[in-house]
């Protein structure tokens, strides 16, 4: 069945260090989403990419979702204390169902 | 305020028991979700619903059943036939069936099944 990886599973970063996570999808996507999980929280909506090769940026975070529409990746500049969470990425579907295939999530551990 | 609410925040059950998690939007959404979460895992689809009284299958539905005879309403019973249940349940709603709109989630029921 169609998967969505995500790579790392854990990032323990120092306050102000980088961060990448990526999203890999076994199957073409129509489009792709991204979700942050708070600690004992509920997923909160980022942000959607739909084009083929498009870049979003929303503050230190940068959004990408490759030219083939099969992996994406999001990056954090210059993290910061309130950056801990769990990344997921949401890999929406051409099969026409209208379903959300989620990633497995990066658990990231900012360090002051 | 608007949003989804999900309750209780924690439920727990005897084995054996049929269990149903509410969920409520007052988004007026048309499409809704259920998902399970366990412990460091990502998402996994129950059941969806693109409109009402109509629900689809998700990736993982054995075991559970579902009802959409409101709109804003779209409850889980986790049946005694699901044989793992403990989870962290989360119901989440979006503004139309096609899947490019964002999802919005409810706080989510955390389920213990003894």
């Known amino acids: 069945g169609q998967q969505v990886m995500q790579i790392p599973q854990y990032q323990h970063v120092q306050e102000g260090e980088d961060f990448t996570t990526y999203c890999n999808s076994s199957t073409t996507l129509s489009n792709i989403q991204w979700y942050k999980q708070r600690p004992g929280g509920h997923p909160v909506f980022l942000i959607q990419?739909?084009?083929?090769?498009e870049v979003k940026k929303q503050k230190r975070l940068t959004f990408q979702f490759g030219e083939a529409k099969k992996n994406s990746s999001l990056h954090i500049t210059a993290t910061q204390t309130t950056d801990v969470g769990t990344y997921f990425c949401?890999?929406?579907?051409?099969?026409?169902?209208?379903?959300?295939?989620f990633g497995t999530g990066t658990r990231l551990k900012v360090l002051a | 305020d608007g949003g989804i609410t999900q309750s209780p925040k924690y439920l727990f059950r005897k084995e054996g028991q049929n269990v149903t998690l509410s969920c409520e939007q007052n988004l007026n959404h048309d499409a809704m979700y259920w998902y399970r979460q366990d412990p460091g895992q990502g998402l996994r689809l129950i059941y969806y619903?693109?409109?009402?009284?109509?629900?689809q299958k998700g990736d993982i539905a054995e075991g559970y059943s579902v009802s959409r005879e409101k709109k804003e309403s779209f409850p889980l019973t986790v049946t005694s036939a699901q044989k793992n249940p403990t989870a962290f349940y989360l119901c989440?709603?979006?503004?139309?069936?096609?899947?490019?709109?964002?999802?919005?989630f409810g706080p989510g029921t955390r389920l213990t099944v003894t």
């Open positions: 619903s693109q409109i009402v009284n109509d629900f």
């Open positions: 990419l739909v084009k083929s090769g």
């Open positions: 989440a709603s979006s503004i139309a069936p096609v899947g490019s709109y964002e999802q919005y």
């Open positions: 949401a890999g929406g579907t051409t099969s026409g169902t209208y379903k959300y295939i």
